[in-house]
C-alpha cells in the first residue's frame, strides 16, 4: 500500500468522496483499510437500524406496524449478543432518530440489556426528533457526555406541553454536559437553564417552551450572576408563550457576538411591549454584533369582540431603537395586527440599514390599516439598500408612481429576488408594472393570480415582464448592441445572467 494511505487525514479525504456500497466493499478486502472504511461508513447514522440488526436474528423480528417496517423483540438480550455491535456502535459519531422503527419494549429491553450506559459512547452529534413523546424517555441511553451538537424534540406541536417525565430527562442529561456548542430542546427546568447559561462553549441555542413560561427574569437573576449568562452565543431561537417571557431571557444574554435573535410567541401583545423590548435590546452588549432580527406573532387565540386594535399595531415609534442597530442585514418583524409606516419611516430604515438582505414588514395578511407606504418606499430602498433581495412590505400603489432617475439608455441595475405586498391595493397594474420595470432588473412576484385579494399584483407580475423585456430592447438600440437579449422574457422573473445588471453607456 501506497505511504500516503498510511496518512489518515488523507484516506479520510478519499473515503468522504465514495459511496457506502464501496467503503463496505473496501472493509470487507483490505484489511489495512477496513478501520478507515467502518469508520467513515458508520459516522453518520439516519436511523438504528443498521447497528441493531448486528443482533443474532433469533432476537428480533421485522414487522408491519400502522404501515411502517417496525423492529419487534422477540427474546431477551444476552451479553454474548452483543458482540457484533461492540465493532461498530463506538464508530458512529452522528445520529438522526425522526420515526418510531422500534416498538416500545425494544426500547426497553435496549435499555435494561445495555452493557454500558450509553448504546454509543462516542455519539457527538444527536437529533431526536420522534412526534410521540412517549418514547422520549428512552433517549436518555444516547445522552452520551461526548455530545456537542443536540436536537431534543419532544412533541411535533411546540404548543403541546411535553410530559414532565420527559423534561425531567432533558433536564437532568444536560446538567451533565459541559462541552455543549449547539442546543435545541422544548421545556427545560430551572436547573438546566442555569446550567446552560454557564457554558463556556455554548454557540447556538433554540428553546421552545411555552407552558409555564420560561423563566422569570427576577428568578433568572437570582440563579445566575448578572453578565455572566450565555457568554459565547452567537444564534438564539426562542419560542415563548408571551414576548416578556422571550426577553426576560434574552436580556440575561452577555455574549457580544450574538449574530442572530428570532423569537416567536403564541399571544398578540401591545405596541408599548415591543417598544419596552426593542429598548432593552439596544442595551445589550450585541448591539454591534446583531445581523438578523426575526419577531413573529402567530395569535392562535380567537379575538375579543371590542378589541383596542390600535393599541396593537407597531408605529414609527415603536421600531425607532431598531436604527441602532446598523449591521442589520435580515429584519423580520410581523405582529398579527400589522404595522401603521409611511414613506419617510422607511426611508430612516434604509438609512440605518444599508446592508439590508432581507426585509419583512407585515403584509402576511389582511390588517386593520390601510397602508401608507406608497412606491416611494421602494425608491428609497433602492436607493440606500444595493443589496436587497427579499421584501414584504404593505404598499398603496394607488397613488400617481414617484418619479426615478435613471441614465437615458441604461438598464436597471437593481435586482429584486423577491417582492410581495400582500393584500395590497393597485391603481393601473400596467403603470405600476412600468414603473417596477424602470426601477428593477428582475423581480419575482410572490402572488397567486386564483385568489382575488392576490390578482392586480399578479397582473402587475405579468405586465412586468412585458415592460422588462421592452426595457431590454431599448437598451440594444441605444447602445447599438446587436448581441443576444439578456432572458428578459422569461415567465418565472430569474435571471442567472450576471451580466445583465452591468451599466451600458449611452
Not at 454474548?80 to 461492540?86: G, L, P, Q, Y
Not at 404548543?159 to 430527562?169: G, Y
Not at 412576484?445 to 415592460?467: K, S
Request: charged fraction near 25%; hydrophobic fraction near 40%.
Amino acid at each position: 500500500m501506497h505511504r500516503c494511505l498510511e496518512i489518515s487525514e488523507v484516506l479520510r479525504a478519499i473515503f468522504d468522496q465514495l459511496s457506502r456500497r464501496t467503503l463496505a466493499s473496501l472493509a470487507r478486502t483490505c484489511q489495512g483499510l477496513r478501520d478507515p472504511a467502518l469508520d467513515v461508513l458508520w459516522h453518520s447514522q439516519r436511523s438504528l437500524l443498521p447497528l441493531l440488526k448486528c443482533l443474532p436474528p433469533h432476537i428480533w423480528e421485522e414487522i408491519v406496524k400502522d404501515g411502517r417496517r417496525v423492529l419487534r423483540i422477540r427474546q431477551p438480550i444476552t451479553p454474548n449478543d452483543w458482540k457484533r455491535v461492540h465493532l461498530y456502535n463506538y464508530r458512529v459519531k452522528d445520529l438522526k432518530v425522526e420515526s418510531a422503527e422500534l416498538d416500545v419494549d425494544f426500547f426497553r429491553t435496549l435499555e435494561l440489556s445495555a452493557p454500558g450506559p450509553f448504546l454509543l459512547p462516542n455519539l457527538r452529534v444527536l437529533a431526536w426528533t420522534l412526534e410521540e413523546d412517549g418514547f422520549f424517555p428512552f433517549c436518555r441511553q444516547f445522552l452520551a457526555p461526548t455530545l456537542c451538537n443536540v436536537t431534543l424534540v419532544l412533541q411535533d406541536y411546540i404548543d403541546v406541553p411535553a410530559s414532565t417525565s420527559s423534561v425531567r430527562v432533558v433536564s437532568h442529561a444536560i446538567c451533565g454536559w459541559t462541552g455543549i456548542k449547539k442546543l435545541a430542546v422544548t421545556t427545560l427546568d430551572e436547573s438546566a437553564l442555569a446550567h446552560i447559561s454557564r457554558l463556556p462553549q455554548l454557540q447556538d441555542l433554540q428553546i421552545q417552551s411555552h407552558v409555564p413560561p420560561i423563566i422569570s427574569e427576577q428568578r433568572l437573576a437570582a440563579l445566575i450572576p448578572p453578565g455572566q449568562a450565555f457568554p459565547a452565543l452567537r444564534h438564539l431561537v426562542i419560542g415563548s408563550e408571551t414576548i416578556q417571557s422571550a426577553f426576560s431571557l434574552v436580556a440575561h444574554v452577555s455574549s457580544p457576538h450574538l449574530r442572530h435573535l428570532h423569537i416567536n410567541t403564541q399571544q398578540c401583545a401591545p405596541a408599548i411591549l415591543w417598544e419596552e423590548s426593542f429598548r432593552l435590546l439596544v442595551r445589550l452588549p450585541c448591539r454591534p454584533s446583531l445581523t438578523s432580527l426575526s419577531l413573529r406573532q402567530r395569535f392562535n387565540s380567537p379575538l375579543i369582540p371590542g378589541i383596542a386594535v390600535d393599541k396593537y399595531i407597531l408605529t414609527p415609534r415603536t421600531i425607532a431603537p431598531l436604527l441602532n442597530f446598523r449591521r442589520l442585514a435580515d429584519i423580520v418583524l410581523q405582529p398579527f395586527f400589522g404595522l401603521d409606516l409611511d414613506d419617510e419611516t422607511v426611508h430612516q430604515m434604509a438609512i440605518a440599514w444599508p446592508r439590508l438582505e432581507n426585509l419583512e414588514l407585515g403584509a402576511e395578511r389582511s390588517t386593520p390599516r390601510f397602508p401608507r407606504t406608497t412606491l416611494r418606499a421602494l425608491v428609497y430602498l433602492t436607493e440606500h439598500c444595493p443589496q436587497l433581495n427579499s421584501l414584504q412590505l404593505a404598499l398603496d400603489a394607488t397613488d400617481p408612481v414617484p418619479r426615478f432617475s435613471r441614465r437615458r439608455g441604461t438598464r436597471p441595475e437593481h435586482r429584486l429576488g423577491y417582492l410581495h405586498t400582500g393584500p395590497s391595493p393597485v391603481g393601473t397594474p400596467a403603470i405600476v408594472a412600468a414603473f417596477l420595470s424602470d426601477v428593477f432588473s428582475a423581480i419575482v412576484f410572490g402572488h397567486r393570480p386564483d385568489t382575488d385579494a392576490d390578482r392586480p399584483w399578479a397582473e402587475v407580475g405579468r405586465l412586468f415582464q412585458v415592460f422588462r423585456s421592452v426595457r431590454a430592447e431599448e437598451a440594444r438600440c441605444w447602445t447599438g448592441d446587436n448581441s443576444d437579449a439578456d432572458d428578459a422574457t422569461d415567465s418565472d422573473g430569474s435571471d442567472d445572467d450576471e451580466s445583465s445588471d452591468d451599466d451600458l453607456d449611452s
